[in-house]
């Protein structure tokens, strides 16, 4: 058999086989069942309560009905929020201080009483802290009843009968009782690269509370404006005004506003600057700190001062020391290391040196306990410490040393584009960040979350769920993995990740929502695809990486690019490559995800049309589509550009149709440029409706663009959002147009045929 023609048959039966397997799974997005069952009363309840015992019997809420809240909660958050959820499903009802004032209406009552709702068994032992959080919901024709033993535990009740209220057409008959497993439910938000808005981190804090999430670390490296650093304060930034302000507001919603700061690693925000330069650990690397130097303390107690500052009424901060490889390995440092004992004994001297002064400004000090520090630096460390990532290996000597620990978790890692919450490969796969690929995201962090809590090594206070769109990606993107996750921390009994997922697509996008699970599992897959349907080689565009966690080094950074395009023979139009830039197997895939890709975003659109709450998360699912589509194009439209140089070639003795291919190949390319900036200008529209922007100059300060000596993380790239399509950026299609042109053209003369003197700025994307 001729080996072309053999080739080809098999590029037609992978086509087939995945074209097969997309008309399957349309067919069972359309008709398949959630796990649990929506008609379910609370199937709409996110975390799930720890007891609920809901019968079948509904009733309903009206506009007759009356609030009953003593007058000393009217204006607690739990009576303005429960007035606010109210109107949004068309209920704007009175609120009166005492059931003789109700008359004979019906009533929503809210009731604070010390010892009125009983907790059960928790894997916490702080059990005050957690009776504080807890709750009991009567629910009766013509008498509603949030109870509770505190404030706190009054809002969360209120949570969950908005949830019922706004996920039910009617109300079960029943009772509810429920209290959190763990007293910390900790989500963090990465706003190393970007800055959100005031009004869209006020919404993104208030919507954290309504899953019973109760802190929120911020990361914001450049974007706080220090007066101790100024050099490092990036043209739009927060000023300690409002800094306080979103504490405030947060504590106001049962948050604590959590300020971030890393230290010795990941800084190279701060010694990228020449005015820090001196406080590097090794001086031609911006990535770590010398923790000998005096002057490193004296600033980061500077920082954490202003941060602290700046949150009047918080309880916790985090003092990150993660990934800190370094220190005690340059020559300044040695000294002192073998001194007291090691590399982790030096870390654990300057991580108590740090925390003791945080300590003593009244703050509850979370720090990763990890390497270089070794089980017996635990001793050196302070024990009003909370251990923030939990090691089964070393669990039980933090306990010992009176050290509490969170479960430390991710709903994202180095995804670029979207969480791998539904992974394309089965499998069984480990990612770069250690999860496993095979299960996703969700089941991934029940998996740590659940066998950590079963092993009970440690003396546990809570979860920290993290999300790290210093990748790239926008953060709205972690919302499934945040409630699912910190749900967990919750209650995790009787809860599947499956359920979980169904209970936040209901509770989030609300109960009109048309498949968008569907729409989770068609990003999740793309973006994957995206990531890996190039391929890598050594930058030519960016400088060299210094080393990683085992060692220093100099090598090149690694970048993705595609074979180039082939170039026509003057004269012949011979096509001497054959090859194609995508090969086979990336193509059929590619093929078979764009009728997915618009399934996707016809569903993005219905949703759209439905949403009340959540269109601005929609859109960003939206703009990920885009991405996504917009790269399965032009994998396709390469190979499509390729044909037709073949065909110009091959129609030779008819010169006007050897031309018209290559125009035609031309303006595919001049297309796939169009489709590029349109998705690019769609990415920005969207992404800045609630970010500021990202400039190298504004508000009289200026961005110093340079990269992370040590770690690659992809804004940092650009100064723009222009990381995003970095990759298409730097492929040379200038470069080829030119050849190509050049090569028509004379072709054309010889044949008094017309010319052709359009250009292609291929790196020009607005």
Known sequence: MNT?????????????????????YAQMAASKKLPINKMQPGSGLLPLPQQMRLGDKRFVIGKNWTVVADPSLVKEQSVLSLQEGLREVNLPLNVVGNIAAAGKSPVIQLVVQKGSVEIGSTVDTNRVALAR???????????????????????YGVQTFLQL?????????GEITDWPNVELRMIYWDDAHHLEKMPALKRIIKQASTYK????????EGHFQYKSAPAIVEPYALTPQ???????????????????????????????????????????????????????????????GELINASKGSEYILLSNDEAYYTGKAPSEKAMADSLGGNGRLLAWFIKKMADRLHEQ????????????????????????????????IAADYKKHGIRQTVYTATQGAEPIFPNYYPLHTKTETMADGSDRSSGRVAGMFHEIGTAFKDNLSSFMGVIIAGWADAGLHPETFWLGYATATAAGWNNKNLTPADASARFMTSFYGPQQKDVDSIYHVLSEQAEFHTNSWDWIPSKWRPQIKGNSDSLFLQDERDQTLPLLPVPAAGTLAVADTAYPVNAKRLATAKAMLPRNAYARQLLQQNKSLAKNQLYNLEVLESVAAICGQNLRMLVALNKVTDLLKEAATAKPNPKMAVQKLDAAMNMVSKMKEQRDSTFALIEKTWFKEWQPLVEEANGRKFLHQVDDIKDHQPVRTTDLSYLIYRELHYPLDQWWNDVKKVRNEYAQQHQLPLMNKDLDWQQYR
């Open 242 to 304: 409002e800094y306080q302000e979103l504490a405030d507001f947060a504590k106001a919603h049962y948050i604590d506003l959590v300020p971030f700061l890393d230290a010795p690693a990941h800084v190279s925000f701060i010694l990228k600057h020449p005015e820090y330069k001196h406080l590097r650990l090794i001086d031609d690397i911006n990535y770590q700190f010398s923790v000998t130097n005096p002057e490193t303390y004296k600033l980061l107690d500077n920082m954490f």
């Open 133 to 155: 959080q807890a709750y009991k919901l009567s629910l009766k024709p013509g008498s509603v009843t949030i109870s509770a033993n505190a404030p706190q535990g009054l809002y």
């Open 213 to 220: 999430i109760n802190a929120f670390s911020i990361k914001l």
């Open 4 to 24: 072309t023609h053999m080739y080809r048959k098999i590029f037609l039966l992978i086509q087939c086989c995945f074209l097969i397997q997309f008309a399957t």
């Open 165 to 173: 209220l706004k996920t039910e057409k009617q109300l079960p008959e």
């Open 362 to 393: 009244g703050r509850k000090v979370l720090f990763w306990g990890e390497f270089p520090l070794r089980r017996e630096d635990i001793t050196a460390l302070p024990s009003h410490l909370i251990n923030g990532v939990y090691n089964k290996s």
